[in-house]
């Protein structure tokens, strides 16, 4: 038997269709603006995919783009002004930035009402906490990808492979507030294949081209794969290919679910950054939460 294909492309459309759904119920057109700093390609791409989708879903995008010699307290008065901006609902700054600014201190001066990717300190202490706030947008994506696989995930064993704060430590949390027992694993987890073998959904987000194997994959358990990496090409020499955090053909025959690389959890990123800018407004302008994005 193989395992079901979570198309993650297919649910975040779907999600964008339940944005652009509550934003015609809203008062005014929420805005996000994104900060891009330098010419790197990928950000490019990135900020133009992000900037597409806000204005299908029907809200505004305001881009700010900086030359890559900006220095940081330039970068930090643009952040300031954002914040101050009534009209601004969501600000990101695009990362990675160029070498020579401090990316620590530039999100922190991000308001945390308007933080849509969740990264403040402040986003991240009203997670632990419980508290209302914006959550980060690919573990938030995990869950809902696990959800629409499992539907109710409580009393599930999930099992994050990985402990950064970007992913591992946020998905955890949102994993225990979906009522699962999280285990947390990384490099150091002793018997790291057993620990996953225990997992009805494992996470596996350490950034290692396959590393978790078919063995290492209880039969029908649901795999959210977070990792993307760029390795040489098999069919066509000198050229790259993406593949996950696992060994994807052999652990489709024993998970229950997977999900691909790409087209698993990375469109979800984007698809809960605008869901993420609508509650952001809901919640600054004090209107009414739209039921149609609870998951």
């Known amino acids: 038997m193989s395992g079901q294909k979570i198309d993650g492309r297919a649910y975040a459309q779907t999600l964008r269709g339940r944005v652009a759904q509550a934003v015609e119920g809203l008062p005014a057109q929420p805005a996000l603006a994104v900060v891009l700093v330098g010419d790197d390609p990928a950000s490019e791409v990135y900020v133009a995919n992000k900037a597409k989708f806000t204005v299908e879903t029907g809200m505004r995008s305001l881009k700010h783009a900086l030359p890559a010699d900006t220095d940081e307290e ?71 990808l696990a959800k629409e696989q499992l539907g109710d995930l409580s009393g599930k064993h999930c099992v994050v492979l990985g402990r950064s704060i970007l992913v591992g430590k946020p998905a955890a949390l949102l994993f225990l507030e979906q009522n699962c027992t999280v285990t947390i694993a990384h490099s150091r987890t002793k018997d790291l294949a057993d620990v996953c073998r225990q997992a009805d959904i494992l996470v596996p987000a350490v950034g290692r081209p396959q590393m978790v194997q078919a063995d290492w994959i209880k039969p029908g358990a649901c795999v959210i794969d977070v990792g993307i990496n760029s390795v040489p090409s098999i069919k066509h020499p000198g050229k790259m290919r993406l593949v996950g955090d696992v060994n994807y053909l052999p652990s489709k025959k024993v998970a229950g679910s997977i999900t691909p690389v790409p087209g698993g959890v990375g469109p979800m990123t984007i698809a809960c950054l605008l869901r993420n800018t609508v509650l952001a407004a809901c919640m600054r302008r004090g209107w009414e939460m739209p039921s149609i994005l609870d998951f």
Do not use: Y
């Open 74 to 144: 330039t970068l930090i008065r643009l952040v300031r002004t954002l914040n101050e901006d009534p009209e601004v609902d969501g600000i990101l700054v695009q990362l990675p930035l160029p070498k020579g600014l401090n990316s620590d201190r530039v999100i922190a001066e991000i308001d945390p009402d308007k933080d849509v990717d969740g990264l403040t300190e402040v986003s991240a202490g009203r997670l632990s906490l419980g508290k209302a706030g914006l959550r980060p947008c690919t573990p938030v994506g995990c869950v809902m």
